[in-house]
């Protein structure tokens, strides 16, 4: 079955940097887009970044621009979110999502998910 774990979320002041991962596990990963989602406390979850199956295309949120850069390794079968100059409105539990084929910022078009890390930028 289709497993995705993230790691690497934690405690860091604002300015700082962590880097996450999605470890991808039951999907034809290279036929696969990938995306960062995040949710904070009484928002809705929200698009951060996506990249395309063959990582030659992506997008971020408004945001994030600048900050953020999603990468994936297709011989791994992993996603990573680098996060730099982090906010304290960068704050929420960061989700990793998968859909076949193309890209989307919309989380319901997500048919495989994480079970989330916690980001926490302290101010």
């Known amino acids: 079955q289709v497993q995705l774990v993230e790691s690497g979320g934690g405690l860091v002041q604002a300015g700082g940097s962590l880097r996450l991962s999605c470890a991808a596990s039951?999907?034809?990963?290279?036929?696969?887009?990938m995306a960062w989602f995040r949710q904070a406390p009484g928002k809705e979850r929200e698009f951060v970044a996506t990249i395309s199956g063959g990582g030659r295309s992506s997008s971020d949120a408004d945001p994030v621009k600048g900050r953020f850069t999603i990468s994936r390794d297709n011989a791994k079968n992993m996603v990573y979110l680098q996060m730099n100059s982090l906010k304290p409105e960068d704050t929420a539990v960061y989700y990793c999502a998968a859909r076949y084929w193309s890209q989307s910022t919309t989380p319901r078009e997500y048919a495989y998910w994480g079970q989330g890390t916690q980001v926490t930028v302290s101010s």
């Open positions: 039951g999907l034809t990963f290279s036929n696969v887009a």
